[in-house]
Protein backbone atom coordinates (compact mmCIF):
# COMPACT_ATOMS: atom_id res chain seq x y z
CA UNK A 1 0.00 0.00 0.00
CA UNK A 2 1.75 3.60 -1.08
CA UNK A 3 2.33 5.69 1.77
CA UNK A 4 -0.20 8.51 1.91
CA UNK A 5 2.18 12.16 0.73
CA UNK A 6 1.44 15.21 3.25
CA UNK A 7 0.51 18.33 1.25
CA UNK A 8 3.34 20.21 3.07
CA UNK A 9 2.31 23.60 1.01
CA UNK A 10 -0.82 23.86 3.04
CA UNK A 11 -0.33 25.83 5.78
CA UNK A 12 -2.91 24.16 8.12
CA UNK A 13 -1.17 20.42 7.68
CA UNK A 14 2.17 21.98 8.29
CA UNK A 15 0.65 23.63 11.88
CA UNK A 16 -0.75 20.31 12.72
CA UNK A 17 1.68 18.15 12.20
CA UNK A 18 4.27 20.87 13.89
CA UNK A 19 1.59 20.68 16.98
CA UNK A 20 1.14 17.27 16.71
CA UNK A 21 5.14 17.01 17.59
CA UNK A 22 5.45 19.60 19.77
CA UNK A 23 2.53 17.37 22.38
CA UNK A 24 5.84 14.71 21.38
CA UNK A 25 8.22 16.57 23.00
CA UNK A 26 6.20 17.30 25.88
CA UNK A 27 5.21 13.60 26.61
CA UNK A 28 8.85 12.72 26.34
CA UNK A 29 10.06 15.71 28.99
CA UNK A 30 7.33 14.28 31.04
CA UNK A 31 8.71 10.56 30.98
CA UNK A 32 12.30 11.49 31.93
CA UNK A 33 11.41 14.45 34.28
CA UNK A 34 8.22 13.91 35.57
CA UNK A 35 8.16 16.84 37.84
CA UNK A 36 8.00 19.66 35.00
CA UNK A 37 4.94 21.66 34.76
CA UNK A 38 3.74 22.39 31.38
CA UNK A 39 2.90 25.64 29.90
CA UNK A 40 1.73 26.20 26.46
CA UNK A 41 3.15 24.02 23.32
CA UNK A 42 2.39 25.68 19.77
CA UNK A 43 3.08 25.45 16.20
CA UNK A 44 5.03 28.47 14.81
CA UNK A 45 6.79 29.34 11.31
CA UNK A 46 9.45 26.41 10.67
CA UNK A 47 8.58 24.54 13.81
CA UNK A 48 7.40 24.68 17.52
CA UNK A 49 8.29 24.92 20.74
CA UNK A 50 6.96 24.57 24.59
CA UNK A 51 7.23 26.41 27.47
CA UNK A 52 8.27 24.36 30.62
CA UNK A 53 8.59 25.26 34.21
CA UNK A 54 11.49 22.44 36.06
CA UNK A 55 13.43 22.42 38.63
CA UNK A 56 15.96 20.51 35.97
CA UNK A 57 17.84 23.29 33.99
CA UNK A 58 17.48 22.01 30.18
CA UNK A 59 20.86 22.33 28.12
CA UNK A 60 21.65 21.33 24.86
CA UNK A 61 23.42 17.91 25.80
CA UNK A 62 19.48 16.88 27.24
CA UNK A 63 18.78 17.03 23.02
CA UNK A 64 19.77 14.06 22.38
CA UNK A 65 18.49 12.14 25.61
CA UNK A 66 14.52 14.11 24.53
CA UNK A 67 15.08 12.88 20.84
CA UNK A 68 15.60 9.57 21.52
CA UNK A 69 12.54 9.39 23.81
CA UNK A 70 10.74 10.68 21.05
CA UNK A 71 10.98 8.50 18.78
CA UNK A 72 9.78 5.80 20.83
CA UNK A 73 6.87 7.64 21.36
CA UNK A 74 6.65 7.89 17.42
CA UNK A 75 7.51 4.24 16.90
CA UNK A 76 4.45 2.93 19.45
CA UNK A 77 2.11 5.20 17.20
CA UNK A 78 -0.70 6.29 19.79
CA UNK A 79 -3.47 7.68 18.49
CA UNK A 80 -4.39 11.49 19.32
CA UNK A 81 -8.11 10.91 20.59
CA UNK A 82 -9.51 14.17 21.83
CA UNK A 83 -11.94 14.68 24.56
CA UNK A 84 -14.07 17.47 26.24
CA UNK A 85 -14.66 18.18 29.91
CA UNK A 86 -16.98 20.56 31.53
CA UNK A 87 -15.03 24.01 32.93
CA UNK A 88 -15.01 22.78 36.48
CA UNK A 89 -14.10 18.93 35.86
CA UNK A 90 -11.44 20.14 32.77
CA UNK A 91 -9.70 22.47 36.31
CA UNK A 92 -10.48 19.17 38.89
CA UNK A 93 -8.40 16.97 35.88
CA UNK A 94 -5.65 19.66 35.44
CA UNK A 95 -5.17 19.73 39.30
CA UNK A 96 -5.45 16.49 40.00
CA UNK A 97 -2.48 16.35 37.36
CA UNK A 98 -0.52 19.05 38.84
CA UNK A 99 -0.82 21.44 36.14
CA UNK A 100 -0.95 24.63 37.31
CA UNK A 101 -0.56 26.52 34.37
CA UNK A 102 -3.15 24.73 32.36
CA UNK A 103 -5.72 25.47 35.17
CA UNK A 104 -4.90 29.22 34.57
CA UNK A 105 -5.43 28.69 30.98
CA UNK A 106 -8.71 26.97 31.40
CA UNK A 107 -10.23 29.34 34.02
CA UNK A 108 -9.19 32.43 31.54
CA UNK A 109 -11.60 30.72 28.71
CA UNK A 110 -15.13 31.54 28.86
CA UNK A 111 -17.41 30.29 30.74
CA UNK A 112 -19.18 28.70 27.56
CA UNK A 113 -16.16 27.82 25.88
CA UNK A 114 -15.76 23.83 25.10
CA UNK A 115 -12.73 22.94 26.61
CA UNK A 116 -10.94 19.86 24.93
CA UNK A 117 -7.82 17.70 25.43
CA UNK A 118 -5.95 15.23 23.75
CA UNK A 119 -4.60 12.00 24.68
CA UNK A 120 -1.32 9.99 23.38
CA UNK A 121 -1.03 6.65 25.39
CA UNK A 122 -0.34 7.89 29.11
CA UNK A 123 -0.26 11.65 28.18
CA UNK A 124 -2.62 14.15 28.05
CA UNK A 125 -2.56 18.05 27.12
CA UNK A 126 -5.05 20.56 27.46
CA UNK A 127 -5.34 21.70 23.93
CA UNK A 128 -7.50 22.82 20.92
CA UNK A 129 -5.96 21.30 18.25
CA UNK A 130 -5.96 20.07 15.74
CA UNK A 131 -3.25 17.33 15.31
CA UNK A 132 -2.28 14.17 13.10
CA UNK A 133 -4.43 11.27 13.66
CA UNK A 134 -1.60 9.35 15.57
CA UNK A 135 2.32 9.92 16.42
CA UNK A 136 3.38 7.84 14.12
CA UNK A 137 2.72 10.35 11.43
CA UNK A 138 5.64 12.55 12.34
CA UNK A 139 8.47 11.44 10.71
CA UNK A 140 11.33 13.75 11.35
CA UNK A 141 12.05 16.31 14.22
CA UNK A 142 15.09 18.04 15.83
CA UNK A 143 15.50 20.27 18.92
CA UNK A 144 17.40 23.32 18.02
CA UNK A 145 17.54 25.48 20.85
CA UNK A 146 17.08 26.32 24.93
CA UNK A 147 16.12 30.19 25.72
CA UNK A 148 14.42 31.67 28.92
CA UNK A 149 10.27 33.32 28.61
CA UNK A 150 8.10 34.12 31.15
CA UNK A 151 5.01 32.79 31.13
CA UNK A 152 2.28 34.91 29.36
CA UNK A 153 4.80 37.36 28.22
CA UNK A 154 4.73 39.54 31.41
CA UNK A 155 8.16 40.22 32.70
CA UNK A 156 6.33 40.08 36.26
CA UNK A 157 5.39 36.40 35.96
CA UNK A 158 7.33 33.56 36.36
CA UNK A 159 10.17 32.97 34.38
CA UNK A 160 10.16 29.34 31.73
CA UNK A 161 12.17 27.67 29.73
CA UNK A 162 11.16 27.20 26.08
CA UNK A 163 12.46 24.58 23.99
CA UNK A 164 12.51 25.18 20.40
CA UNK A 165 12.26 22.75 17.86
CA UNK A 166 11.27 21.62 14.15
CA UNK A 167 10.00 18.94 12.57
CA UNK A 168 9.34 17.98 8.41
CA UNK A 169 7.76 15.40 6.86
CA UNK A 170 10.94 13.25 5.50
CA UNK A 171 14.79 13.52 7.39
CA UNK A 172 16.29 14.53 3.87
CA UNK A 173 13.88 17.71 4.08
CA UNK A 174 14.93 17.95 7.79
CA UNK A 175 18.95 18.06 6.37
CA UNK A 176 18.02 20.53 3.83
CA UNK A 177 16.18 23.03 6.54
CA UNK A 178 19.52 22.14 9.17
CA UNK A 179 21.52 22.98 6.57
CA UNK A 180 20.03 26.42 5.40
CA UNK A 181 19.68 27.16 9.94
CA UNK A 182 23.72 26.03 9.07
CA UNK A 183 24.19 28.86 6.37
CA UNK A 184 21.94 31.56 8.31
CA UNK A 185 24.11 31.13 11.15
CA UNK A 186 27.20 32.25 8.82
CA UNK A 187 25.48 34.70 6.97
CA UNK A 188 24.31 36.30 10.58
CA UNK A 189 24.66 39.88 10.14
CA UNK A 190 25.41 40.73 13.87
CA UNK A 191 28.56 38.31 13.15
CA UNK A 192 29.38 40.14 9.62
CA UNK A 193 28.82 43.46 10.63
CA UNK A 194 31.13 42.99 13.23
CA UNK A 195 34.11 40.97 11.43
CA UNK A 196 33.95 43.46 8.80
CA UNK A 197 34.13 46.63 10.84
CA UNK A 198 30.24 47.95 9.37
CA UNK A 199 28.15 48.86 12.94
CA UNK A 200 28.07 48.31 16.39
CA UNK A 201 25.85 47.35 19.22
CA UNK A 202 26.50 48.91 22.48
CA UNK A 203 24.98 48.63 26.12
CA UNK A 204 25.27 52.29 26.48
CA UNK A 205 22.54 52.25 23.56
CA UNK A 206 20.26 48.85 23.14
CA UNK A 207 18.30 49.17 19.68
CA UNK A 208 20.72 51.91 18.61
CA UNK A 209 23.09 50.91 16.51
CA UNK A 210 26.28 52.99 15.74
CA UNK A 211 27.20 52.96 12.18
CA UNK A 212 30.96 52.71 11.23
CA UNK A 213 33.19 54.26 8.69
CA UNK A 214 32.26 51.04 6.10
CA UNK A 215 28.57 50.83 7.26
CA UNK A 216 28.30 54.49 6.15
CA UNK A 217 29.89 53.76 2.47
CA UNK A 218 27.02 50.86 1.91
CA UNK A 219 23.83 53.41 3.66
CA UNK A 220 25.08 56.43 1.32
CA UNK A 221 25.30 54.63 -1.36
CA UNK A 222 21.60 53.34 -0.81
CA UNK A 223 20.50 56.48 -0.04
CA UNK A 224 21.96 57.97 -3.15
CA UNK A 225 20.78 55.32 -5.28
CA UNK A 226 16.99 56.27 -3.72
CA UNK A 227 17.49 59.68 -4.13
CA UNK A 228 18.31 59.15 -7.92
CA UNK A 229 15.74 56.73 -8.54
CA UNK A 230 12.91 59.17 -6.91
CA UNK A 231 13.79 61.91 -9.07
CA UNK A 232 13.56 59.64 -12.08
CA UNK A 233 9.99 59.14 -10.73
CA UNK A 234 8.71 62.96 -10.33
CA UNK A 235 9.51 62.65 -6.24
CA UNK A 236 10.16 65.46 -4.41
CA UNK A 237 12.00 65.14 -1.06
CA UNK A 238 11.25 66.97 2.21
CA UNK A 239 12.91 66.63 5.98
CA UNK A 240 10.38 66.65 8.86
CA UNK A 241 11.53 67.37 12.33
CA UNK A 242 11.86 64.31 14.80
CA UNK A 243 10.46 66.01 17.87
CA UNK A 244 6.72 67.39 17.71
CA UNK A 245 4.05 68.45 20.47
CA UNK A 246 1.57 66.35 21.75
CA UNK A 247 -1.20 67.92 20.28
CA UNK A 248 -0.47 66.91 16.35
CA UNK A 249 -0.25 62.74 17.26
CA UNK A 250 -3.31 63.52 18.93
CA UNK A 251 -4.65 64.44 15.46
CA UNK A 252 -3.16 61.88 13.77
CA UNK A 253 -4.31 59.38 15.56
CA UNK A 254 -1.27 57.97 17.36
CA UNK A 255 -1.87 59.13 20.59
CA UNK A 256 -4.65 57.03 20.91
CA UNK A 257 -3.69 54.17 19.14
CA UNK A 258 0.40 53.99 18.87
CA UNK A 259 1.43 55.34 22.22
CA UNK A 260 2.62 53.03 24.00
CA UNK A 261 5.35 52.71 21.47
CA UNK A 262 6.17 56.35 21.69
CA UNK A 263 9.23 58.11 23.24
CA UNK A 264 8.21 61.65 25.08
CA UNK A 265 9.62 64.83 26.46
CA UNK A 266 8.84 68.35 27.93
CA UNK A 267 9.68 71.38 26.21
CA UNK A 268 8.45 74.73 27.74
CA UNK A 269 6.42 73.11 30.04
CA UNK A 270 4.33 71.50 26.92
CA UNK A 271 4.27 68.06 26.34
CA UNK A 272 6.46 66.59 22.68
CA UNK A 273 6.79 62.98 21.41
CA UNK A 274 9.77 62.06 19.33
CA UNK A 275 8.28 60.72 16.41
CA UNK A 276 7.41 56.87 15.30
CA UNK A 277 6.26 57.67 11.75
CA UNK A 278 7.17 60.62 9.03
CA UNK A 279 3.38 60.62 8.25
CA UNK A 280 2.11 63.86 10.58
CA UNK A 281 5.02 66.10 9.19
CA UNK A 282 3.87 65.25 5.78
CA UNK A 283 0.82 66.03 6.78
CA UNK A 284 1.99 69.60 7.95
CA UNK A 285 3.86 69.75 4.83
CA UNK A 286 1.06 69.76 2.60
CA UNK A 287 -1.14 72.42 4.69
CA UNK A 288 1.29 74.89 4.41
CA UNK A 289 -1.09 76.45 1.03
CA UNK A 290 -3.84 75.87 -0.92
CA UNK A 291 -3.24 73.49 -4.07
CA UNK A 292 -5.22 72.83 -7.13
CA UNK A 293 -6.53 69.23 -8.73
CA UNK A 294 -3.93 70.30 -11.13
CA UNK A 295 -1.22 69.83 -8.41
CA UNK A 296 -2.00 66.11 -8.11
CA UNK A 297 -0.95 63.70 -8.06
CA UNK A 298 1.82 65.09 -5.21
CA UNK A 299 5.29 62.88 -4.27
CA UNK A 300 6.94 63.75 -1.17
CA UNK A 301 9.53 61.72 -0.34
CA UNK A 302 11.54 61.75 3.43
CA UNK A 303 14.38 59.65 4.37
CA UNK A 304 13.00 60.44 8.08
CA UNK A 305 14.64 59.12 11.52
CA UNK A 306 12.29 57.57 13.59
CA UNK A 307 11.99 56.02 16.73
CA UNK A 308 9.82 53.44 18.52
CA UNK A 309 10.09 51.62 21.81
CA UNK A 310 10.66 48.09 21.63
CA UNK A 311 10.93 45.92 24.60
CA UNK A 312 14.52 44.51 24.73
CA UNK A 313 14.19 41.02 24.70
CA UNK A 314 12.66 41.85 21.03
CA UNK A 315 15.90 43.82 19.85
CA UNK A 316 18.04 41.70 17.28
CA UNK A 317 20.82 43.46 15.39
CA UNK A 318 19.78 45.67 12.51
CA UNK A 319 16.57 44.00 11.91
CA UNK A 320 14.45 45.06 15.27
CA UNK A 321 16.15 48.51 16.91
CA UNK A 322 14.44 51.48 18.72
CA UNK A 323 15.56 53.97 15.84
CA UNK A 324 15.44 53.52 12.10
CA UNK A 325 15.33 55.54 9.06
CA UNK A 326 11.98 54.74 6.94
CA UNK A 327 12.48 55.64 3.39
CA UNK A 328 9.23 57.04 3.08
CA UNK A 329 7.11 58.57 0.84
CA UNK A 330 3.48 60.22 0.87
CA UNK A 331 1.38 60.87 -2.44
CA UNK A 332 -1.16 63.05 -2.26
CA UNK A 333 -4.03 62.39 -5.02
CA UNK A 334 -7.42 62.54 -6.43
CA UNK A 335 -9.79 59.94 -5.99
CA UNK A 336 -9.22 59.16 -10.20
CA UNK A 337 -5.56 58.56 -9.81
CA UNK A 338 -5.61 56.15 -6.90
CA UNK A 339 -5.52 53.08 -9.41
CA UNK A 340 -2.21 54.48 -11.43
CA UNK A 341 -0.51 55.79 -8.11
CA UNK A 342 -0.63 52.36 -6.59
CA UNK A 343 0.42 50.07 -9.18
CA UNK A 344 3.16 52.77 -9.98
CA UNK A 345 4.93 52.05 -6.56
CA UNK A 346 4.03 48.44 -7.02
CA UNK A 347 6.09 48.87 -9.89
CA UNK A 348 8.80 50.54 -7.93
CA UNK A 349 9.02 48.08 -5.71
CA UNK A 350 9.61 45.26 -8.32
CA UNK A 351 12.26 47.21 -10.07
CA UNK A 352 14.38 47.78 -6.65
CA UNK A 353 13.84 44.07 -5.32
CA UNK A 354 14.58 42.66 -9.13
CA UNK A 355 17.95 44.42 -9.23
CA UNK A 356 18.87 43.11 -6.04
CA UNK A 357 18.16 39.71 -6.68
CA UNK A 358 15.03 39.31 -4.30
CA UNK A 359 11.96 37.26 -5.44
CA UNK A 360 9.18 38.57 -3.62
CA UNK A 361 5.49 38.13 -2.79
CA UNK A 362 2.38 39.96 -1.66
CA UNK A 363 0.21 39.74 1.30
CA UNK A 364 -3.49 42.44 1.28
CA UNK A 365 -3.78 43.16 4.67
CA UNK A 366 -7.21 43.89 5.64
CA UNK A 367 -8.51 46.46 8.63
CA UNK A 368 -7.71 45.33 12.13
CA UNK A 369 -9.70 46.02 15.25
CA UNK A 370 -7.81 48.95 16.59
CA UNK A 371 -8.92 51.03 13.88
CA UNK A 372 -10.21 54.43 12.82
CA UNK A 373 -12.93 55.06 9.81
CA UNK A 374 -15.48 53.82 8.69
CA UNK A 375 -16.82 50.20 7.08
CA UNK A 376 -17.29 52.23 3.59
CA UNK A 377 -14.12 53.73 3.43
CA UNK A 378 -12.21 50.41 4.39
CA UNK A 379 -14.29 48.81 1.83
CA UNK A 380 -13.11 51.50 -0.91
CA UNK A 381 -9.93 51.30 0.20
CA UNK A 382 -9.12 47.54 0.38
CA UNK A 383 -10.83 47.13 -2.97
CA UNK A 384 -8.61 49.75 -4.24
CA UNK A 385 -5.44 48.09 -3.30
CA UNK A 386 -6.74 44.93 -4.41
CA UNK A 387 -8.04 45.76 -7.56
CA UNK A 388 -4.93 47.74 -8.45
CA UNK A 389 -2.76 44.59 -7.84
CA UNK A 390 -4.52 42.33 -9.68
CA UNK A 391 -4.92 44.50 -13.10
CA UNK A 392 -0.82 44.04 -12.81
CA UNK A 393 -0.77 40.34 -12.94
CA UNK A 394 0.85 40.10 -9.34
CA UNK A 395 -0.34 37.69 -7.28
CA UNK A 396 -1.50 37.93 -3.19
CA UNK A 397 -2.76 36.28 -0.20
CA UNK A 398 -5.07 37.94 2.79
CA UNK A 399 -3.46 38.41 5.46
CA UNK A 400 -6.83 39.56 7.65
CA UNK A 401 -6.59 42.15 10.65
CA UNK A 402 -2.99 43.30 9.80
CA UNK A 403 -3.84 46.72 8.60
CA UNK A 404 -2.38 49.61 9.57
CA UNK A 405 -5.17 51.80 12.19
CA UNK A 406 -5.90 54.04 9.53
CA UNK A 407 -6.05 51.71 6.61
CA UNK A 408 -5.20 48.72 4.60
CA UNK A 409 -1.82 48.43 2.98
CA UNK A 410 -0.11 45.76 0.55
CA UNK A 411 2.91 44.15 2.05
CA UNK A 412 6.11 42.90 0.00
CA UNK A 413 7.85 40.02 1.97
CA UNK A 414 11.41 39.33 0.39
CA UNK A 415 12.72 35.79 -0.26
CA UNK A 416 16.65 36.15 0.34
CA UNK A 417 19.49 33.33 -1.11
CA UNK A 418 18.21 30.94 1.42
CA UNK A 419 14.99 30.61 1.43
CA UNK A 420 13.87 33.29 3.87
CA UNK A 421 11.29 36.05 3.96
CA UNK A 422 11.45 39.58 5.06
CA UNK A 423 8.56 41.86 4.96
CA UNK A 424 9.66 45.53 3.57
CA UNK A 425 8.02 47.31 1.21
CA UNK A 426 4.34 48.39 1.78
CA UNK A 427 1.76 50.47 0.32
CA UNK A 428 -0.83 51.99 2.70
CA UNK A 429 -3.99 53.55 1.35
CA UNK A 430 -5.55 56.17 3.79
CA UNK A 431 -8.58 58.50 3.71
CA UNK A 432 -8.20 59.27 7.48
CA UNK A 433 -4.95 61.50 8.03
CA UNK A 434 -6.34 63.80 5.40
CA UNK A 435 -9.45 63.99 7.42
CA UNK A 436 -8.18 64.19 10.42
CA UNK A 437 -5.98 66.82 9.33
CA UNK A 438 -8.84 68.57 7.43
CA UNK A 439 -6.23 68.43 4.36
CA UNK A 440 -8.25 70.43 1.19
CA UNK A 441 -7.40 71.55 -2.52
CA UNK A 442 -9.71 73.14 -5.11
CA UNK A 443 -11.06 71.18 -7.58
CA UNK A 444 -12.05 72.03 -11.32
CA UNK A 445 -15.64 72.82 -10.28
CA UNK A 446 -14.08 75.61 -7.94
CA UNK A 447 -15.08 73.68 -4.39
CA UNK A 448 -12.54 72.03 -2.10
CA UNK A 449 -12.46 68.91 -1.86
CA UNK A 450 -10.80 66.11 -0.03
CA UNK A 451 -7.62 64.24 -1.15
CA UNK A 452 -6.59 60.78 -0.77
CA UNK A 453 -2.96 59.78 0.17
CA UNK A 454 -0.39 56.56 0.11
CA UNK A 455 1.75 55.86 2.45
CA UNK A 456 4.65 53.75 1.36
CA UNK A 457 8.08 52.52 1.65
CA UNK A 458 10.46 50.20 -0.16
CA UNK A 459 13.16 49.21 1.44
CA UNK A 460 11.37 49.39 4.66
CA UNK A 461 14.30 50.92 7.30
CA UNK A 462 17.49 51.78 5.66
CA UNK A 463 19.40 49.70 8.64
CA UNK A 464 17.07 46.61 8.35
CA UNK A 465 17.74 46.41 4.58
CA UNK A 466 21.29 46.88 4.88
CA UNK A 467 20.97 44.03 7.41
CA UNK A 468 18.81 41.59 5.33
CA UNK A 469 20.92 42.28 2.31
CA UNK A 470 24.51 41.42 4.21
CA UNK A 471 23.22 38.18 4.91
CA UNK A 472 21.27 37.79 1.61
CA UNK A 473 25.12 38.35 0.04
CA UNK A 474 26.87 36.62 3.07
CA UNK A 475 28.68 39.69 3.23
CA UNK A 476 29.77 39.90 -0.34
CA UNK A 477 28.11 43.31 -1.30
CA UNK A 478 27.54 44.07 -4.65
CA UNK A 479 30.41 46.23 -6.17
CA UNK A 480 28.58 49.38 -6.43
CA UNK A 481 27.71 48.97 -2.31
CA UNK A 482 31.07 47.33 -1.13
CA UNK A 483 33.19 49.26 1.14
CA UNK A 484 36.44 48.22 0.10
CA UNK A 485 35.84 47.55 -4.34
CA UNK A 486 39.79 47.05 -4.44
CA UNK A 487 42.27 45.52 -2.25
CA UNK A 488 46.14 45.95 -3.69
CA UNK A 489 48.28 43.14 -1.69
CA UNK A 490 51.77 43.66 -2.57
CA UNK A 491 54.15 40.90 -1.85
CA UNK A 492 56.75 42.51 -0.55
CA UNK A 493 57.22 45.80 0.64
CA UNK A 494 59.72 46.77 -1.95
CA UNK A 495 56.59 46.64 -4.84
CA UNK A 496 54.67 49.44 -2.76
CA UNK A 497 55.38 52.42 -5.07
CA UNK A 498 53.93 50.59 -7.92
CA UNK A 499 50.61 49.36 -5.83
CA UNK A 500 50.20 52.68 -5.08
CA UNK A 501 50.09 54.12 -8.85
CA UNK A 502 47.59 51.56 -9.49
CA UNK A 503 45.26 52.64 -6.13
CA UNK A 504 45.30 56.30 -7.93
CA UNK A 505 44.22 55.23 -11.23
CA UNK A 506 41.65 53.14 -9.48
CA UNK A 507 40.48 56.18 -6.85
CA UNK A 508 40.58 58.56 -10.28
CA UNK A 509 38.09 56.27 -11.87
CA UNK A 510 35.86 56.88 -8.78
CA UNK A 511 36.63 53.44 -7.13
CA UNK A 512 37.05 52.78 -3.22
CA UNK A 513 40.84 51.29 -3.25
CA UNK A 514 43.00 50.05 0.20
CA UNK A 515 47.05 49.22 -0.49
CA UNK A 516 48.28 46.33 2.31
CA UNK A 517 51.93 46.96 1.63
CA UNK A 518 52.46 45.59 5.24
CA UNK A 519 55.92 43.48 5.62
CA UNK A 520 53.79 40.45 6.17
CA UNK A 521 53.64 37.08 4.12
CA UNK A 522 51.27 37.19 0.82
CA UNK A 523 49.34 34.05 2.11
CA UNK A 524 48.27 35.77 5.20
CA UNK A 525 47.06 38.88 3.47
CA UNK A 526 44.82 37.24 1.33
CA UNK A 527 43.23 35.39 3.91
CA UNK A 528 42.64 38.66 6.14
CA UNK A 529 41.29 40.33 2.40
CA UNK A 530 38.93 37.61 2.29
CA UNK A 531 37.75 37.35 5.46
CA UNK A 532 36.94 41.41 4.86
CA UNK A 533 34.42 40.40 1.86
CA UNK A 534 37.04 42.74 -0.06
CA UNK A 535 35.61 42.55 -3.41
CA UNK A 536 38.90 42.55 -5.77
CA UNK A 537 42.17 41.23 -4.51
CA UNK A 538 45.08 42.35 -6.82
CA UNK A 539 48.01 40.95 -6.04
CA UNK A 540 50.84 42.75 -7.16
CA UNK A 541 54.67 41.22 -7.12
CA UNK A 542 57.78 40.75 -9.05
CA UNK A 543 56.22 39.43 -12.74
CA UNK A 544 52.89 42.34 -12.14
CA UNK A 545 55.35 45.28 -11.69
CA UNK A 546 57.13 44.25 -14.34
CA UNK A 547 54.81 43.67 -16.75
CA UNK A 548 52.13 46.66 -15.41
CA UNK A 549 49.61 43.60 -14.44
CA UNK A 550 47.79 42.57 -11.49
CA UNK A 551 46.66 39.09 -10.60
CA UNK A 552 43.09 39.51 -9.64
CA UNK A 553 40.75 37.36 -7.47
CA UNK A 554 36.85 38.03 -7.16
CA UNK A 555 34.85 37.08 -4.08
CA UNK A 556 32.23 36.36 -6.19
CA UNK A 557 33.95 34.43 -9.24
CA UNK A 558 37.32 33.26 -7.88
CA UNK A 559 40.53 33.37 -9.60
CA UNK A 560 40.53 35.84 -12.50
CA UNK A 561 44.46 35.54 -13.49
CA UNK A 562 46.25 38.44 -14.77
CA UNK A 563 45.37 41.59 -16.30
CA UNK A 564 46.34 44.80 -17.03
CA UNK A 565 45.34 47.60 -14.73
CA UNK A 566 43.38 49.61 -17.82
CA UNK A 567 41.46 46.31 -18.62
CA UNK A 568 40.74 46.09 -14.71
CA UNK A 569 39.64 49.11 -14.10
CA UNK A 570 37.38 49.76 -16.94
CA UNK A 571 35.70 46.54 -15.86
CA UNK A 572 34.83 47.01 -12.29
CA UNK A 573 33.72 50.82 -13.34
CA UNK A 574 31.60 48.80 -15.85
CA UNK A 575 29.97 46.52 -13.02
CA UNK A 576 29.47 49.48 -10.72
CA UNK A 577 27.70 51.70 -13.02
CA UNK A 578 25.53 48.07 -13.74
CA UNK A 579 24.76 47.52 -10.51
CA UNK A 580 24.78 44.19 -11.15
CA UNK A 581 24.79 41.50 -8.50
Given amino acids: MAKEKLNWEDEQVRHDYRHTASHIMAQAIKRLWPDTKLAIGPAIDNGFYYDLDSEHKFVEEDFL ?16 ERFELPREEAIKFME ?18 VISFYRQGEFVDL ?8 TGKVKAFKLMSVAGAYWRGDSDRQMLQR ?23 KRDHRKLGKEMDLFMLTDEG ?10 MIIRNELEKFWREEHVKRGYE ?40 MNCPGSMLVYK ?8 FPMRCGELGQVHRHELSGALHGLMRVRTFTQDDAHIFMLPEQVNDEIKAVAQFCDDVYKMFGFEYHVELSTRPEDSMGTDEEWEMAENALRNAISEMGVPYVINEGDGAFYGPKLDFHLEDSIGRTWQCGTIQLD ?110 GEREVGDKTLTVRSSKEGELGTMSVDDFVAKLVEEVKAKTM
Fill in 96 to 113: EKEEPYKVELIQDLPEDA
Fill in 431 to 540: MQMPQRFDLTYVGSDGEKHRPIMIHRVIFGSIERFIGILTEHCAGKFPLWLAPVQVKLLTVTPEFGDYAYEVAKKCEEAGLRVEVDNRNEKIGFKIREARNARDSYIGVI
Fill in 163 to 185: IYATAFPTQEELDAYIQRMEEAK
Fill in 288 to 295: RKMWSYRD
Fill in 206 to 215: PGFPFFLPKG
Fill in 237 to 276: EIKTPLILNEQLWRTSGHWDHYKDNMYFTKIDDGDYAIKP
Fill in 65 to 80: KIQKEMKKIVQANYPM
Fill in 127 to 134: CAGPHMES
